[in-house]
Nanobody
Framework: VQLQASGGGLVQTGGSLRLSCAAS????????MGWFRQAPGKEREFVAA????????KYADSVKGRFTISRDNAKNTVYLQMNSLKPEDTAVYYC?????????????????WGKGTLVTVSS
């Protein structure tokens, strides 16, 4: 599966952005989809994941209550709605596809990566 993320940009503290990740391939609905981010000089970190049906989600503690992951299997797209953004949310955001719910928050175990999209939150 090929992934293409979009929607990044510059936003002020407290603002919102919605990231999208379009996937190619007929098997999109069978994959767990996730978002990771990587700030300069830091390791890539898990942000959120959603199972194939959309009924189960998981989030990093740092984004709980502010970010929402969702998916539209008819459009082969996963979204990340980001609200109440903080400067520490500044990073390149990557979407990911994986087949294992237990390890979807571990970046070294991810099956497929998309190219990132930059989110910059100004203070």
């Amino acid at each position: 599966v090929q992934l293409q993320a979009s929607g990044g940009g510059l936003v002020q503290t407290g603002g919102s952005l919605r990231l999208s990740c379009a996937a190619s391939g007929r098997t999109f609905s069978s994959y767990i989809m996730g978002w990771f981010r990587q700030a300069p000089g830091k390791e890539r970190e898990f942000v959120a994941a959603i199972n194939w049906s959309g009924r189960s989600t998981k989030y990093a503690d740092s984004v709980k209550g502010r970010f929402t992951i969702s998916r539209d299997n008819a459009k082969n797209t996963v979204y990340l709605q980001m609200n109440s953004l903080k400067p520490e949310d500044t990073a390149v955001y990557y979407c990911a596809a994986d087949s294992n719910w237990r390890s979807v928050d571990y970046y070294r175990a991810i099956d497929y990566w998309g190219k990132g999209t930059l989110v910059t939150v100004s203070s």
